[in-house]
């Protein structure tokens, strides 16, 4: 082809419409004049040619006006490949003029080229048919789409984010559709994130009406209080609210739990609870931390149950309560739980309060063919100032192998009490204290293994073994620091009935500092009951005139394998 047959070709189809080789023609003469002027070779033209090149070069120069263009000038730079034979050239024309820029036979170069006219500024590369290279180091707020193959990738700088557009307003959406699903953009004036889904504008939800930026990741649901209303706003923005806390927090654990689980995330306020809320499997009921988010009991009725909804034989997993206060008012609302769970299975508890509860903080039952099991309760705190009934840990029927580890109770008639069990349940207690119970663990069935315990009453027995009407398989004690005076009781008693028996009390590294207890440790066994292991150990007294232990053995009981030290 001829330099006049490209010059017609381009009067004729436009400058964008050309065929490849009058592409070629062009880039042809242009680098053959600059090598020569480079080198300092004259080139002598014609006339007529002179002007022929010149009216092609102000083709070149003027903005393409073409529908297609116009569609992709909010791209800074748009790199597209031309072949010529076996030779690729990767073209860089501006999105904005329109106006081809650079070119190269090395897509890198020009990479680099259109990034180094950005990095002041910022703004967008978009790669037609070709791969971005991955060495290469965009500048700051300059992002790369890369287009090939049939699949649309995004690149930036190392991580920093993309550059929205920043707008005082929502844009004009009217005509838009699903063409423009993936338009994004910072509204500045209210301070969120928003795009288009394909039919109308939808802000990256915010937690509880917050801004935008105020957390990365959303909640499955997050519950707060606004004026007499509760509302529920999911993670996509949609929101709905009752005046009832109670039928929201059920609402929202009900989307989630359809989902598959989730997070409901209750913002700082304090949520009347007329009826209880019923948590549900793989669901986490989660507060700001238990002095902002409080439920309060304002109903004869306990404020949470975990029942599945498919029936009460069967399990609720890996749900749990984290991070908020049960506030109970057991003085208007008497003998009512705050917590009733049944054959719950892989649950966590961590950091909450439960106050003024009148019966049971936490009531665990299970039943034969599914037993509650594998269960922890994390910094969970019990607070009952006046009221002296109950146990913070009621475990009734079944409820088996749990954890409890830095829990603290006050105020309550026991702290650990076992009704009734199953003879292979163990518990496992770390850093438990007690305080002002009658018995600050009572056990009456299977194991319980205890580790740095602290019990601090002088109202009845510190530790109680009851097995007068059951089989006890022991009780395991080690580092325990009793701290009350504790009259007319001892800190370890142990009590067993006509044909039960204890398999194993340990008791080790008992450091005493209260006063006046009877014995450290006593047992009183009638008729045919058993101590098949009793062990003593490694016990300090401030006191050293009191007794150690005292064993009441009628005719016929036994304690075998006994070793005081």
């Known amino acids: 082809m001829t330099v006049s047959e490209t010059i017609e070709e381009a009067k004729k189809v436009g400058v964008k419409d050309m065929s490849w080789k009058a592409w070629f023609m062009i880039i042809t003469i242009i680098s053959a004049a600059t090598v020569a002027s480079y080198y300092g070779v004259n080139v002598t033209m014609n006339l007529d040619l002179a002007n022929r090149v010149g009216s092609l070069e102000g083709m070149l120069s003027h ?150 930026s105020s957390y990365t990741l959303p909640y499955t649901y997050t519950v707060y209080k606004s004026g007499s209303n509760y509302v529920m706003e999911k993670y996509d923005g949609t929101t709905w609210s009752s005046t009832l806390a109670n039928r929201t927090w059920d609402y929202a654990i009900a989307n989630t739990s359809a989902l598959g689980g989730g997070t409901v995330f209750g913002r700082a306020a304090t949520y009347d609870i007329p009826s209880h809320i019923n948590l549900l499997s793989k669901v986490i009921l989660k507060g700001e931390g238990p002095s902002a988010t409080i439920l309060r009991q304002t109903g004869n009725d306990c404020v949470i149950t975990m029942h599945e909804k498919d029936g009460i034989n069967a399990w609720q997993y890996q749900s749990g309560i984290e991070d908020l206060q049960i506030l109970c008012q057991g003085g208007t609302y008497p003998n009512t739980n705050a917590v009733e769970a049944t054959q719950i299975r892989l649950c966590l508890f961590k950091n909450v309060e439960v106050r003024d509860c009148d019966l049971n903080d936490w009531y665990i039952t299970g039943s034969a063919n599914r037993p509650s099991s594998v269960n922890t309760w994390d910094h969970v705190r019990s607070y009952g100032h006046h009221i002296t009934s109950g146990a913070q840990f009621y475990v009734d029927s079944y409820a088996i192998d749990s954890l409890i580890t830095d829990c603290f109770m006050e105020y309550k008639q026991y702290g650990f009490y076992q009704a009734s069990a199953t003879t ?4 496992t207690l770390y850093h438990y204290w007690p305080v002002n119970g009658d018995n600050g663990i009572r056990l009456k069935y299977g194991y319980c293994y205890i580790y740095d315990l602290r019990t601090d009453s002088d109202v009845d027995h510190q530790v109680y073994v009851d097995a007068s009407a059951n089989n006890v398989k022991g009780i395991h004690i080690t580092g325990w620091h009793p701290m009350m005076p504790v009259v007319n009781h001892s800190l370890f008693y142990c009590n067993i009935g006509n044909t039960f028996s204890v398999e194993q009390v340990s008791i080790r590294d008992l450091q005493n500092s209260a006063t006046n207890p009877d014995y450290l440790a006593q047992c009183a066994i009638t008729g045919s009951g058993h101590i098949a292991y009793w062990l003593i150990d490694g016990i300090f007294s401030c006191n050293g005139t009191l007794g150690r232990w005292d064993a009441t053995v009628t005719a016929g009981a036994t304690i075998t394998n006994d070793f005081v030290t």
């Open 424 to 427: 292979t349940q163990t518990w």
């Open 63 to 212: 903005t393409i006006n073409s529908t297609f263009y116009t569609l992709q000038k909010q791209a800074s730079y748009i790199v597209s490949t031309v072949t010529s034979g076996a030779t690729t050239y990767y073209c860089m024309q501006n999105g904005t003029s329109g106006k081809l820029d650079f070119w190269s036979t090395n897509l890198t170069l020009v990479e680099q080229f259109a990034n180094g006219n950005l990095t002041s500024a910022g703004g967008l590369i978009w790669l037609k048919e070709a791969q971005h290279n991955t060495s290469l180091t965009l500048g700051y707020k300059v992002l790369e789409i890369e287009s090939y193959n049939g699949t649309l990738r995004s690149w930036s700088n190392e991580g920093k984010g993309f550059l929205l557009s920043t707008l005082a307003s929502d844009p004009n959406t009217a005509g838009w559709g699903t063409a423009e699903a993936p338009y994004w953009w910072y509204n500045s004036a209210e301070d969120t994130i928003k795009y288009w889904n394909g039919t109308g504008i939808v802000i990256i939800p915010s937690i509880g009406g917050g801004s935008s």
